[in-house]
């Protein structure tokens, strides 16, 4: 008598797993697929559940070289448990095998901020730094997607992974957590910042500061996670002539990424104007040691030295 085949979810995720342990990927891709219909059958999706489902699929489809549907897979999981460590690796993995180096280094130092002790992330980003470099030259650093800010509850999370003799669900719960509005922003939240982000630099290009700087303090209300809308309303500070207004938007940028040219130079101009020289001549040298051709930063370095002689 043939044995039963698998049914239950728990039943064809172990399944999946030994299926996976035993190199038979496609297989394994699609047990993991027979439990997620059967876990939507089962009635409201537990989310954890389900992402580690995708994650697990992501993995076969990573190791049968199909990346398109690995990052797919590994985006689901990410949107059903946000910083997920192992689907984040995986669609690091996939975007690198496609080339798809600023979005691989992007995931890699998104790991980083996680768990900061793992070799396959630091290796990550010294590959797809040294790629970057290859591709973009000195100044790929400002072609790159925001990197997002990581809540410290999403540090140190553990799921359950293909293979595993002990699988372990995720003990603690990530905290729906954002800077300015506690809450994790939605995919229509990140476009609607996005957009109001967008009419704010139409602003800045007419010379409408002031205007400009309600549109990105309204971007912020609906996502805090892009450097950029920092950066853009310190530029407007910088004209309005609000210098501490400026420092402080820098800060928020440099906390988002810690190499951001535009908010190491705003920041130092602003200091400057406050007669902060030490602090500005600290951010220039930062800007430098990232940038060391910027002409404009070696010439208010210039302008900063003259002043902390006087």
């Not at 699988?167 to 995919?187: F, G, H, I, Q, S």
Request: hydrophobic content about 35%.
């Amino acid at each position: 008598m043939a044995p039963k085949p698998p049914g239950s979810v728990l039943e064809l995720r172990v399944a999946g797993n030994e299926s996976f342990r035993s190199g038979q990927y496609a297989e394994a891709a699609e047990l993991y697929g027979r439990a997620l219909d059967a876990l939507r059958e089962t009635g409201p999706a537990n989310p954890e559940e389900e992402s580690v489902l995708y994650s697990n699929r992501a993995a076969c489809h990573l190791k049968d070289g199909n990346c398109t549907h690995c990052i797919k897979d590994c985006s689901v999981a990410l949107s059903l448990v946000p910083f997920g460590i192992k689907p984040l690796l995986r669609r690091a993995a996939a975007y690198e095998a496609l080339e798809k180096y600023q979005l691989a280094y992007v995931d890699y130092k998104t790991v980083l901020q996680i768990d900061c002790t793992l070799p396959a992330a630091h290796d990550g980003v010294n590959r797809m730094t040294k790629a970057l470099m290859d591709t973009d030259g000195l100044e790929w650093r400002l072609k790159l997607p925001p990197i997002p800010s990581v809540p410290i509850a999403a540090q140190k999370r553990w799921e359950a992974a293909p293979g595993g003799d002990h699988e372990k669900a995720a003990k603690t719960k990530l905290k729906e957590t954002d800077t300015l509005n506690n809450k994790v922003p939605t995919v229509g939240d990140i476009k609607q910042a996005r957009a109001l982000k967008e009419e704010g630099n139409e602003l800045v290009k007419k010379g409408k500061h002031k205007e400009a700087v309600e549109k990105y303090s309204e971007s912020l209300t609906f996502s805090s996670l892009e450097s950029a809308t920092y950066t853009n309303r310190a530029l407007c500070y910088l004209s309005l002539k609000k210098y501490k207004e400026a420092v402080k938007d820098c800060t928020e940028a440099l906390k988002l990424d810690s190499k951001n040219i535009k908010a190491f130079y705003r920041r130092a101009q602003a200091f400057k104007e406050l007669e902060d020289y030490q602090s500005s001549l600290e951010d220039v040298n930062s800007l430098l040691s990232i940038e060391p051709e910027n002409s404009a930063a070696t010439k208010l370095r210039q302008e900063v030295n003259r002043n902390l002689k006087i």
